[in-house]
């Protein structure tokens, strides 16, 4: 009996899955998953979880995990150690960089690993491999929100923390179904609106779950936010109703955003985006009778040409109505992945240093320099976008890619395939034999969050430590591991023993972090960047003023852009996102069976009129054709879509239905996040039912 106790382990851990950022006690057995068991102490979710981070962890015992290295021989893998898998990438990567230089290579870091396997897969990309080609998947995602909240406030994070929104009066949702993607805070503003009569307003393309539940939802034709957001901040201007205080004391620029508002006029907005004249100004109201507003938006505002812009809007208004700074109002841009916002903090982008000091900046890059002991590269490297432009190019032969299946979750998949077909020498880093893997050189078995120790920071910039539940399966190894034998075979001499002494060495420079130790993340503690020297963390941003100089915010005025325009024949709007019960396309999650039963496969949403227009039912199988590429996928004829809006979830088991086979290459014209969410398809009925 006491031996069978002995084998039963209870462990914190953090979810893998989306950047609410759970945290909760794993029960094990050996290997076996015996129970999560969240806790009161629990910063975010107290004692909530949704069904991913409830029961979402089979994965780890899948029969698919690679549990040993691989390097391709022709058409196949064959499993090798992994000092020969080493061999083969020293080799191959010292040959590329004598031939084309440093900056032929280029590196992928992942928001599914922890900060501190971020940190260093930045730092070899930089002080072992000389180039600022590094990047991560944020690029994708919340970019444009990050560039927005510079350009206005100072700080790429969320300003204030879930707490705060339910604090809110009211809380603006755009382009954001958290019902569905980021569940358990969606639980909280649900309660808010139960308990404190929270009032909720929701404006997106399609019927999603919060909007059901709303006080008020609009549907602004697709990539239109910008307008309508505008005409709301004018109106309120022009109502006298701005916060003329808070933009006095603590904002510039004021005169000029009011000049550049001037065509966004009732009229105007109500014709480009197809919303009442009543609508617009209802929104304004509730905007103007609330107290503390908070904005919350996703990736419906940020995968458009002018996503950087509309997020702009978005911080124009709440500086405008003098909603940022105090408990229950700012802004939210939700981040996907678990550790998005860490993979952006710790440096892995093209201009970032860790705490987002620049490469460019020669004081900043010096105190890196110093405590790395060597010379870095000087200006900005390529971004994921530019990369796969460059392989096609002929300009980047090899690439290091850890977790991220790009050639499923890159828009353009078909045009990302044929990049990775021509790159010279790839190397994988993942859990599973990826799409993305199928086309490496070398793939390196990694463990996931369950096997591994370090921190993973929410949308909330709430840095939480996870432990060892399980050992690694096989041969797999942390990630952290795997990037210092790397780094170690091209001269690096690291001798990490732990991610704590990764992370002290990350805090001891970047000043965000100064304060944060692991002994103050210990257990159920956490702690919210920036972090001051003597451990005092920020929930709040900008009490003491914005991230400027002269301490105050900036309004910057933007201007619309038009969704792209492809012929006639695409006569219906596609739209994508994410499903409650799968992460994003479903790598991980359909891999536990109790998930995968429940919803097997991807499949388009069609509106009921659309169906009967085209003469099909549920279950017909279609085919979606756009200008880049195909998908066949079943009907789910449903009210949330309406007339040639048309829905497909990210799910993707099968290669015929990833929804980015039809996306295009097209980009937000600052971050070059993609513009997922502006394509046009025509639907081909294959069997009516
Ligand atoms: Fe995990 Fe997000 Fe669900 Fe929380 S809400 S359990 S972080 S997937």
């Not at 432990?467 to 795997?482: A, C, F, N, T």
């Not at 996306?663 to 294959?686: C, F, G, L, N, Q």
Request: hydrophobic share 35%.
């Amino acid at each position: 009996h006491e031996m069978r106790e002995a084998r039963i382990r209870k462990t914190k851990t953090v979810c893998t899955y989306c950047g609410v950022g759970c945290a909760f006690d794993v029960w094990t057995k050996d290997r076996h998953i015996l129970k999560v068991e969240p806790q009161m102490e629990a910063p975010v979710n107290q004692i909530s979880t949704c069904v991913k981070g409830k029961f979402g962890w089979d994965f780890v015992n899948s029969p698919d995990r690679l549990t040993k290295p691989l390097v391709r021989k022709g058409d196949r893998f064959v499993e090798v150690s992994w000092d020969e898998a080493l061999d083969v990438i020293e080799r191959r990567i010292k040959d590329i960089q004598a031939q084309h230089g440093y900056d032929a290579v280029a590196f992928i870091s992942s928001s599914k690993a922890t900060n501190e396997e971020n940190y260093l897969m930045q730092k070899l990309a930089r002080a072992v491999m000389h180039t600022n080609n590094i990047d991560n998947c944020s690029r994708y995602c919340q970019s444009p929100a990050t560039e927005a909240l510079r350009r206005t406030m100072g700080l790429g994070g969320d300003t204030g923390s879930i707490k705060d929104l339910e604090l809110a009066d009211l809380v603006l949702i755009v382009g954001a179904n958290p019902a569905e993607a980021h569940p358990v805070l969606s639980t909280r503003l649900r309660r808010a609106q139960k308990k404190r009569g929270q009032k909720h307003i929701v404006a997106d393309v399609r019927r999603n779950i919060m909007a059901t539940r709303a006080d008020l939802f609009i549907q602004p034709r697709q990539g239109t936010d910008l307008v309508w957001l505008s005409a709301v901040t004018k109106y309120i201007i022009d109502q006298g109703r701005h916060d003329e205080a808070f933009l006095r004391d603590r904002v510039n620029g004021f005169d000029e955003y009011v000049k550049s508002l001037e065509k966004f006029t009732l009229d105007y907005a109500s014709e480009v985006c197809g919303l009442r004249k009543e609508e617009i100004i209802r929104v304004a109201e509730m905007i103007m009778e609330a107290e503390r507003v908070a904005v919350c938006w996703a990736m419906g505002v940020t995968q458009h040409r002018g996503g950087s812009d509309t997020s702009t809007a978005i911080c124009n208004l709440l500086l405008v109505t003098g909603n940022v700074a105090r408990p229950g109002t700012g802004a939210y841009p939700l981040r996907g992945h678990n550790n998005v916002q860490g993979a952006g903090d710790m440096g892995c982008a093209p201009p970032f240093l860790p705490g987002y000091e620049r490469v460019d900046n020669e004081a900043q890059r010096r105190k890196w320099e110093k405590l790395w002991g060597v010379e870095l590269p000087t200006t900005p490297g390529l971004n994921n976008h530019q990369m796969v432009d460059a392989i096609h190019e002929g300009k980047l032969k090899a690439m290091y890619l850890c977790g991220e299946d790009m050639a499923v979750v890159d828009s353009n998949a078909n045009y990302v395939e044929d990049a990775f077909r021509k790159l010279e020498f790839f190397v994988v880093q993942d859990v599973f034999l990826s799409k993305t893997a199928q086309f490496a050189d070398v793939v390196l078995p990694a463990a996931p969050s369950l096997e591994k120790e370090g921190t993973f920071t929410n949308t909330e910039r709430r840095i939480q430590r996870l432990y060892r539940v399980l050992d690694p399966l096989g041969d797999s190894k942390p990630d952290w591991e795997i990037i210092q034998m790397v780094a170690n075979r091209f001269g690096a001499n690291w001798h990490y023993s732990s991610p704590r002494e990764i992370f002290e060495e990350m805090a001891s420079a970047a000043d965000l972090f100064r304060g944060a130790s692991y002994d103050r993340l210990e257990g159920y503690q956490s702690l919210q960047w920036p972090v001051l020297p003597d451990g005092t963390d920020t929930p709040l941003l900008y009490t003491d003023g914005f991230a400027f100089p002269d301490k105050k915010a900036r309004l910057y005025p933007v201007d619309w852009t038009p969704p792209i325009e492809v012929g006639e024949e695409y006569d219906l709007e596609l739209n994508n996102g994410r499903l409650l019960e799968h992460f994003h396309e479903g790598n991980m999650t359909s891999r536990v069976p109790g998930i995968h039963e429940k919803v097997p496969e991807t499949f388009v949403e069609i509106s009921p009129e659309l169906a009967k227009e085209r003469g099909v039912t549920d279950g017909a199988l279609v085919r979606l054709v756009s200008p880049y590429g195909s998908i066949k996928v079943r009907v789910t004829v449903t009210d949330r879509v309406s007339g040639k809006h048309v829905y497909v979830p990210l799910l993707s088991h099968a290669d015929e239905e990833a929804v980015n086979r039809l996306t295009s290459s097209d980009h937000d014209t600052v971050t070059y996040t993609p513009a997922y969410k502006e394509m046009r398809v025509r639907m081909e009925v294959i069997q009516s039912c």
